[in-house]
């Protein structure tokens, strides 16, 4: 497996980390029986719990996008060394941000932010 479609696994596995560590927040805020009902209104989530889901929706956004590049480039052949630093890029800087995020340091998570959107410049580029 080439490096990018490795970096976009274990983004995916990121994914799936931020939804279970959003899962158990929103449980310790509402409580288990708010969130097996309906959910027809549940309040918002606040504080740590708040963030942990918004950095997980923010990385199924990005992750959308982060993909759909890492494919093309492989499938048409124009993944290279670029796009492998791009997707390491991506990676590494989505974990600090979840981290960043859920931690609440608002500067720094739109810096770490845009290193991960420079990751997806970087897998993107040889496609356009």
């Known amino acids: ?3 990018d479609l490795q970096m976009l696994v274990w983004s995916a596995a990121l994914a799936i980390v931020q939804m279970l560590v959003a899962a158990v927040a929103a449980n310790h805020q509402l409580g288990t029986p708010t969130l097996v009902g309906n959910r027809e209104s549940v309040p918002a989530l606040t504080g ?3 963030r942990a ?4 929706l923010n990385m199924l956004e990005s992750l959308a996008i982060f993909a759909i590049f890492v494919i093309v480039a492989q499938l048409t052949g124009r993944a290279n060394a670029s796009t ?5 890029l991506f ?3 989505r974990l600090i941000y979840a981290v960043v995020y859920i931690a609440g340091i608002p500067w720094l998570r739109t810096l770490v932010w845009v290193v991960s959107f420079a990751g997806i410049i970087l ?3 040889p496609l356009l």
Do not use: D, E, P, Y
């Open 1 to 3: 497996m080439s490096h």
């Open 123 to 125: 897998v993107a580029r």
């Open 91 to 93: 990676f590494g800087a």
């Open 84 to 88: 492998a630093l791009g997707a390491t």
């Open 53 to 56: 889901q918004r950095a997980h």
């Open 48 to 50: 740590w719990a708040g």
